[in-house]
């Protein structure tokens, strides 16, 4: 063999051992990373737990509970000042006796019979009690008042005082509190939430809904499907409640008639010397066949004893 053939051969052998080479390399090459995926959290009870929820409570982080919509505002509550309510001649949560309070006790019982009592399984929503009275000024919002701060005493009650008046809201006055405060109507007309409507008050137990944005149709908002449903759940979300509705005279505003339709209990406030009995049958005709129904005497010229008249609760 040549020189040259020599040099050919061992030029194809070298050839042939690079190629080998190059092959191996490839089949040894790193594999691409496969796709990161995050290893799915368990809850409690070992079940997945679905992105943005909270594995405590099995809900969604932004979507708070019963509780927290009606707690939110508690750190911001309405500062009511018991003594002025006191010089007023005003029921008080405190210890100080007065005569009002012992009249307001007897007004009070029989509604809480009523709501929590026998009688509460024949009433259709028995813990919604309707004030209102045949005219103005014969001391509707005054008994709705006195009436919510006597019932913050009993020790196993809560109490919601909302200004359904939202022709002419005074609840709001009497508490001193903000004319721009958010109330019933901004919840109606969708600019407010429940949490944003009910205030917190420094009286344990005791909350308001103030009567909110005027709206020249209100009449309309309270005879809406959504004021129909804001009075279910206030009715039955929690048991201990009573929810007080001081609203406009029964002769002078229809809304307060379509509210008679979602309350269980009215409470008609008649002026002495004022009010005559043809007005009253008239007022206690537009209420619901099958509520309970008493009537309060205000404005009484007579003995003290006699300043309170609440005939019971009938049934019509």
């Known amino acids: 063999m040549s020189t040259i053939e020599r040099a050919l051969e061992k030029r194809q052998q ?22 990161a995926f995050a290893t799915p959290s368990t809850s409690a009870d070992g079940q997945p737990e679905l992105p943005g929820q909270d594995s405590h409570f099995g809900r969604q982080n932004d979507e708070p509970t019963d509780a927290e919509r009606e707690t939110k505002n508690d750190r911001e509550q309405i500062y009511i000042d018991t003594d002025r309510l006191e010089q007023l001649g005003m029921v008080t949560p ?6 009002i309070k012992e009249e307001y006790r007897y007004i009070k019982r029989p509604l809480l019979d009523n709501a929590f009592g026998a009688n509460a399984e024949k009433l259709t929503n028995p813990n919604l009690i309707l004030v209102s009275s045949c005219h103005a000024r014969e001391g509707k919002t005054f008994t709705a008042l006195n009436l919510a701060l006597s019932m913050v005493t009993e020790h196993d009650r809560s109490v919601l005082l909302v200004d359904a008046d939202v022709i002419n809201p005074n609840l709001s006055q009497r508490l001193n509190i903000s004319d721009r405060a958010l109330g019933l109507l901004d919840y109606l007309n969708n600019k407010a939430e429940v949490q944003d409507i009910i205030q917190s008050t420094n009286i344990p137990n005791f909350k308001v809904v103030c009567a909110g944005t005027r709206h020249h149709h209100a009449t309309e908002m309270i005879a809406s499907a959504k004021m129909k449903q804001f009075m279910k759940e206030l009715s039955s979300r929690y048991s201990d409640r009573i929810v007080i509705f001081d609203t406009a005279p029964l002769l002078g505003a229809s809304e307060t008639s379509v509210l008679a339709q979602m309350t269980g209990q009215a409470v008609i406030v008649v002026e002495e010397a004022c009010t005559s009995q043809r007005q009253v049958e008239r007022a206690l005709s537009l209420l619901k066949p099958k509520m309970a129904i008493g009537l309060v005497l205000n404005k009484s010229r007579t003995g003290q004893k006699d300043y309170y008249g609440y005939y019971g609760a009938s049934k019509r």
Do not use: C, I, Y
């Open 14 to 35: 070298l050839g042939a051992q690079q190629r080998e080479a190059a092959t191996v390399d490839s089949d040894d090459s790193p594999a691409p990373p496969a796709p």
């Open 94 to 99: 405190t210890e100080n006796f007065t005569p």
